[in-house]
């Protein structure tokens, strides 16, 4: 591995990594714990941005990322699984971020990794870690792609690959739902065309990038998505909000000191179905609780 390369890379060891990376993830990592990933990314240099190198690691009880900026300070987000929130994933074009929000200091923070497309993989493998340690799964088996399929079978070609492609590894597709993007007065985008889905460990929502242009008559085609994992294990609960134009749902997730909500727009149309998926999602929340409270005693 090449610190002069432009896409990311597979680290193997904490030894191979490069300085001042090693030193630093050494100094947060205890002497028994082992990484199960590491990624190594370069800094990105473009016309607007500059974005930081960064080495990921995902361990056994969390997760950690360095970051080495221009002038060669470094800075590190850190969290346990027991304090992760949530889990997103951007792909769009060549612009990838895997995003982690955490509870830390009192706050509800976020730790933010940019990538090349090119390497989205190593990234998706990272975020599916994530959450298999949200889970406590050590083994993960190989989930129905053929209900999957059935289930989201009419929809856009689009949404339908984002949809398959989006499941947690080995987990199960129970319900899901798709809309188109939300407009206002005069055609202005309120939010974009998205999915829920509901799989038996997490509430999914994969959506569009929201509209930068505001005319709707200024149609241009969006390329990728932003899928955002909530595991059931953080789900707090929901609440929904109607208008005439617009439904708001409000998904809240919280960790054992913290909370964030997550908000989504979708047409009133759609709400019996995000409705009954919500309703099933929450039974499965509930039924968790009662089984963990059950191997406490």
């Known amino acids: 591995m090449s610190r002069g390369d432009r896409f990311s890379s597979r680290v193997r060891t904490v030894q191979e990594a490069p300085e001042p990376f090693r030193g630093v993830l050494l100094g ?45 300070t470094t800075a590190v987000a850190e969290a346990s699984f027991r304090d992760t929130l949530l889990v997103q994933l951007t792909l769009i074009l060549l612009y990838g971020q895997l995003r982690l929000d955490y509870w830390a200091g009192g706050a509800v923070r976020s730790a933010m990794v940019r990538f090349n497309t090119v390497m989205a993989g190593l990234y998706e493998e990272a975020a599916f ?83 930068q242009w505001w005319m709707r008559s200024r149609n241009r085609t969006k390329y990728g998505d932003i899928t955002t994992y909530l595991p059931l294990r953080r789900l707090a609960g929901f609440s929904v909000s109607q208008q005439e134009r617009f439904h708001m749902l409000r998904l809240h997730v919280g960790a054992t000191r913290g909370q964030e909500t997550l908000e989504v727009l979708f047409p009133p149309e759609t709400w019996p179905a995000a409705s009954q998926l919500m309703d099933r999602a929450m039974q499965r929340v509930r039924q968790t609780h009662i089984h963990c409270a059950g191997s406490r005693s």
Do not use: C, M
Request: hydrophobic share 45%; glycine share 8%.
């Open 28 to 72: 947060h990592l205890s002497v028994q714990e082992s990484a199960r990933l590491l990624v190594y990314g370069p800094p990105d240099h473009n016309l607007s941005t500059i974005s930081p190198g960064t080495l990921l690691a995902v361990t056994e009880r969390g997760w950690v990322t360095v970051y080495e900026h221009e002038d060669g």
């Open 129 to 211: 870690l994530v959450l298999d340690g949200i889970d406590s799964v050590s083994h993960v088996s190989e989930g129905d792609l053929e209900q999957a399929v059935a289930l989201v079978a009419g929809w856009p070609l689009k949404f339908l690959n984002a949809a398959l492609r989006s499941l947690p590894r080995g987990q199960q597709l129970l319900e899901a739902t798709h809309w188109l993007a939300v407009h206002g007065r005069f055609g202005r985008e309120l939010a974009p065309a998205a999915a829920l889905l509901l799989t038996d460990s997490a509430v999914v929502l994969v959506s569009e990038e929201k509209a």
